[in-house]
């Protein structure tokens, strides 16, 4: 079991929680509660079908994953993936919502894609289209997706480095969100978040221009995703609960890595 744990990244769903419920713009009720379980279903199969589709590159560069290390089967994997695809757009359309559009760029992203100088936009796409599965909430959208092209492009540098420009442009792409969110917010809250937000995931950031080292970026990088939380704090509008979720998120990410 820990060994599918590892392959899907299992704490680090906890962050995509929050999307539906900003995508909405209010309290989900009925049938949307689906929506958030869709979500995390979505995010696991495309964590399975990353690890699939990189199983010989992690052969060498990260032999401990469950695929090299033989914890987990090629084939598992891949009915993993497919599995919790099947599993995750059920539950959208149970709760009323096409999830087709975002299972398609999640497939698209990791088996063409991601190594492609598309790849980071690819993955934004997916995160903005989880946004929207929520609803029609065009800003929280594209703050989302604009968060993850900067972690997406950090993220590639985690095994062999990055360099100063790159970490400057995604930190001055988290400044600028972190300004839109911010001020977008009618909410106290919502400007704190904002504001914790640019602090820590900045900060992280920060020290991959200073040092753009693979172990600096692998730092950034999971910072950056438990910036999520923060992030949607700061565009919720009805989301009091979801800065709660990112202590769990740490605390479970000390035992399986999020990345």
């Known amino acids: ?13 906890l962050t995509v929680l929050g999307d539906a419920l900003i995508g909405a713009r209010k309290p989900l009720r009925g049938r949307t509660l689906l929506l958030p379980l869709a979500s995390v279903s979505l995010y696991w199969a495309g964590m399975a079908l990353n690890d699939w589709a990189d199983r010989d590159l992690d052969a060498v560069e990260r032999p401990e994953r469950p695929i090299p290390s033989g914890r987990v089967g090629p084939d598992a994997a891949l009915a993993t993936a497919a599995g919790l695809t099947a599993v995750g757009v059920g539950l959208a359309a149970a709760a009323g919502r096409n999830a087709l559009p ?20 690819a993955m934004a796409a997916c995160r903005a289209l989880d946004v929207l599965l929520g609803g029609r909430a065009v800003l929280p959208a594209g703050l989302m997706a604009a968060h993850t092209l900067g972690l997406t492009v950090l993220s590639r540098g985690e095994v062999h480095g990055t360099s100063s420009a790159t970490a400057k442009a995604v930190l001055s792409g988290t400044v600028l969100t972190a300004v839109v969110a911010g001020a977008s917010s009618r909410r106290f809250t919502g ?3 904002a504001a914790a937000y640019a602090l820590t995931v900045g900060r992280a950031q920060w020290e991959v221009v200073r040092t753009p080292s693979a172990e600096a970026a692998r730092a950034a990088t999971k910072e950056g995703i438990h910036g999520m939380v923060l992030l949607q704090s700061a565009l919720a509008e009805h989301g009091a609960a979801l800065p709660l979720v990112l202590p769990l998120a740490r605390a479970l990410s000390r035992k399986v890595s999020p990345t």
């Open 1 to 13: 079991m820990r060994a599918y744990l590892e392959l899907v990244r299992a704490p680090a769903a």
């Open 191 to 193: 400007i704190a978040a």
């Open 102 to 121: 975002l299972a398609a760029a999640v497939w698209a992203y990791d088996t063409v894609l991601k190594d492609t100088p598309a790849g980071p936009f």
